[in-house]
């Protein structure tokens, strides 16, 4: 039963995160009061997402380094930046949108990713060590990448920052991967299975929570808050097409493009979310709860392409073949 439910979760992600926003802005008045549990539900999440991985996952990073360096560059250098000058054309002057696309694209890669790596049968040990490894340096990167590119215009707590992406994502990932390894992967089908759907239905309330906290700014539909969510789609949208010729453009096998494409494209958006509604004027989160509605639609519209893409150069590949 837990196991269908998980698989229905799956297969609904797409419609169920948009959903949830919808609703916490719909109902913000009855739930933002509970807000202060969003840090404490997301660090279940990724304390669920790590059980699948271990420590041993870092001797792939050594010994086959040059995927983990391509989503690093994309993830945290090629997209911030494009996301500031893609900010400051369209929303010349407008500090905390521009902050707020930024911050988007600097947080790591989403533990979902996996997820769609695994549906689209990728590399699922890559998607895994780009994971861990962006899990472990957010609290260096993030408050960092935040500080050069938009440090002078916003106040930024970098130290706070910093403590709370440890609380929400390094502490928890290093419990869930020591269970990993001290139970020899046993704990993945103990825990991990039992867990994942309520890891869901947790991403759920944590995004319906941050729908809550920004209902003021998202109600008040204006032709800024259209602009905004396709800007944010474009960038969203860019960022698995670049990992993708990024991936393809460097030779990389069929496991291994899949795995780059989608942890390049996803971003660990409850995070942002969290930070931004945490460390900064509320107004910087519209963007990253916007991006929230596209994310996993975005994610299945490319699992759809790479599939596609795959079988017509196969079916390519056996025409030359048979000629």
Known sequence: ???????????????????????????????????????????????????????????????????????????????????????????????????????MMSIPTGITSFVWVSISKGNNTLALTIILIGALLSPFIVPLTMSLLV????????????????????????????????????????????????SKIGM???????????????????????????????????GYVISFLVAIWCKQQKETVIALTFTGGMRNISAGVVLAITYFPAPVAVPVVLGMLFQQILASIFGVLLNKYYRKLELDDTIISES
């Open 1 to 103: 039963m837990i196991l269908k439910i998980n698989r229905f979760l799956e297969k609904a992600m797409p419609f169920f995160i948009p959903s949830s926003v919808v609703i916490g802005v719909l109902i913000s008045d009855y739930i933002v009061d509970f807000s202060y549990l969003i840090p404490w539900i997301f660090a279940f999440m990724t304390f669920t997402g790590s059980l699948n991985s271990n420590f041993a996952s870092f001797k792939n990073a050594v010994l086959h380094p040059f995927p983990i360096f391509i989503a690093l560059i994309v993830l945290h250098i090629v997209m911030p930046l494009m996301a500031l000058g893609i900010g400051h054309v369209v929303f010349t002057g407008d500090i905390y949108t521009i902050t707020g696309m930024v911050l």
């Open 151 to 198: 440090g002078g215009n916003v106040q930024i707590d970098s130290f706070h920052m910093m403590v709370g992406l440890f609380w929400m994502i390094v502490i928890p990932s290093i419990i869930g991967m020591t269970l990993n390894q001290v139970t020899k992967g046993k704990v993945v089908n103990i825990l991990s299975a039992r867990l994942s759907p309520i």
């Open 204 to 238: 759920g309330i944590v995004v319906m929570l941050n729908g809550a906290v920004v209902a003021p700014y998202l109600l008040d539909v204006k032709l800024k808050v259209v602009g905004i969510a396709f800007t944010v789609l474009a960038i969203a949208f860019l």
